[in-house]
């Protein structure tokens, strides 16, 4: 398994923060320690170990600088990795990206079936965050517990592990446990939904991944103020911006 060592983070960078240098032979991850998109890419580094590999910059998605759309990500949003003289965005993308150009343990199995059903999970993550938040504005208990009864369901599929590939930690986990960690904190606390309420599988995976340091290293949002930004953001009559805390 990756490394358990516990690296200092930098410091987050401010609308008036200095750039670094671009393209200098550093790899570099752009990142927010509060996006759940950004904390795919940053479990992937970190149960690789390439810490030093793969330089962290956090931003503020609040205050982010200038520089960073202008000169980096015209997107300007994060993910984004700087490796081998471009700019990679997408959390999707990038997982498989650094999976598969750098060392480490892989994050792909070699079984051809489950290599399939990796590629249908990815595939379904969209659509599984869609349902979440849809659970804001109708009806929690049916919206947001379908969504979580497909992942009880996939956690079935294979019996020689807690994981939704069975025995190995995959990209499958890692895409899905950034969202569910804040969205079993939201439905909790606001609508007093217990996501694992019969759903003995998907406690157990919940449970698992909280054993792994590259995840856990990661878990860096404060419930209180998750609560308090996604009333503020989801819970109004429009819906119109994407998730980012």
């Not at 595939?123 to 979580?148: H, N, Q, R, T, W």
């Amino acid at each position: 398994m990756a490394t358990e060592t516990v690296e200092s983070l930098p410091p987050t960078l401010e609308a008036n923060a200095e750039q670094p240098p671009l393209f200098d032979g550093t790899t570099r991850l752009y990142t927010s320690y509060t996006c759940p998109f950004a904390q795919r890419v940053w479990i992937t580094r970190n149960y690789k170990g390439l810490q030093d590999e793969i330089k962290l910059v956090p931003l503020n998605l609040q205050n982010r600088p200038a520089w960073y759309k202008e000169k980096v990500y015209p997107v300007n949003k994060v993910p984004s990795l700087e490796h081998n003289g471009k700019i990679i965005g997408e959390s999707l993308d990038l997982i498989k990206y650094v999976d598969s150009n750098f060392e480490g343990p892989s994050l792909v199995p070699n079984d051809p079936d489950k290599k399939r059903t990796l590629e249908e999970l990815l595939s379904y993550a969209d659509k599984f965050m869609e349902m979440l938040f849809a659970s804001f504005k109708g009806d929690p208990e049916k919206e947001a517990g379908a969504a979580f009864n497909y992942l009880e369901d996939a956690l079935k599929k294979y019996d020689d592990g807690p994981f939704l590939l069975g025995r190995d930690f995959s990209l499958a986990d890692i895409a899905y446990i950034p969202f569910v960690e804040r969205f079993q904190i939201f439905l909790s606390e606001v609508f007093k939904y217990d996501t694992i309420a019969g759903r003995p599988k998907l406690a157990a995976w919940i449970e698992e991944l909280n054993k792994i340091d590259a995840y856990k290293q990661t878990k860096t949002v404060d419930p209180k103020q998750l609560v308090e930004y996604y009333k503020q953001r989801f819970m109004v009559p429009k819906l119109s911006t994407p998730l980012r805390l």
